[in-house]
């Protein structure tokens, strides 16, 4: 079974700090998506990385994906507390095959 | 809004009751799946369907069964409903597999 690990599982911050949020596995993956999912939500799709070591922004979030594109990495600047939420990467293997990771529960605090 | 519909909302079941959970998107989009997510075992997929007439099995399929009705819709069904399938049960599509996904906003179901 393939895994892909997310740490930390729980982060709670104060408003203006930076967080980085890592996601890891020991398989090679297509590529890797970042979602975001707020209570009683689905999850929404933030970036898709594609190269390794590609590196992308949305604004105050950019997301790198590892060289051997195994592992991806999440850096908020200056969080707000609207970027309170579930962090989830996903690593895509075949054409409809997604690896979820468990999480990363992120509480920005005013 | 565009996007995927999923009803109903919440849900409870005794033991042994059949349910149909409904999707339907307004995208266009060719894929579609059904997942279920509980607390620290993320999101697992549980059957897609790639495109109008096909459906797959994916990680945890037992005791589910679905259909893809038209492009638009793809309903998941328990037929006998057991405690182990709470959870919350979300609905996604995408325009080909390789696609990022568009979530419906859940269905969270009880089996008492």
């Known amino acids: 079974t393939q895994l892909l690990e997310q740490s930390p599982q729980f982060l709670s911050i104060q408003e203006g700090e930076n967080l980085t949020v890592y996601c890891n596995s020991s398989?090679?993956?297509?590529?890797l998506q970042w979602y975001r999912q707020e209570p009683g939500e689905g999850p929404v799709l933030l970036v898709t990385v594609v190269t390794g070591g590609e590196v992308k922004k949305l604004k105050r979030l950019t997301f790198q994906f590892g060289d051997a594109r195994k592992d991806s990495s999440l850096h908020i600047t200056a969080a707000q507390p609207g970027d309170t939420g579930l962090y989830l990467c996903?690593?895509?293997?075949?054409?409809?095959?997604?690896?979820f990771g468990t999480g990363t529960r992120l509480k920005v605090l005013a | 809004n565009a996007g995927v519909t999923q009803t109903p909302k919440f849900q409870v079941l005794k033991t042994g009751q059949s349910m149909t959970l409904q999707c339907a998107q307004d995208?266009?989009?060719?894929?579609m799946y059904w997942y279920r997510q509980d607390p620290g075992m993320g999101l697992r997929l549980i059957y897609y369907?790639?495109?109008?007439?096909?459906?797959d099995k994916g990680e945890v399929p037992n005791g589910y069964n679905v259909s893809r009705l038209n492009k638009r819709e793809f309903s998941l069904r328990l037929e006998s409903a057991a405690p182990s399938q709470t959870s919350v049960y979300f609905c996604?599509?995408?325009?080909?597999?390789?696609?990022?996904?568009?979530f419906g906003s859940g269905t969270r179901l009880t089996v008492v």
């Open positions: 398989s090679v993956f297509s590529s």
């Open positions: 995208m266009n989009h060719n894929s």
């Open positions: 369907s790639a495109s109008e007439g096909t459906t």
């Open positions: 996903a690593g895509v293997t075949g054409t409809y095959k997604y690896i």
């Open positions: 996604a599509s995408s325009p080909y597999g390789l696609y990022g996904y568009t």
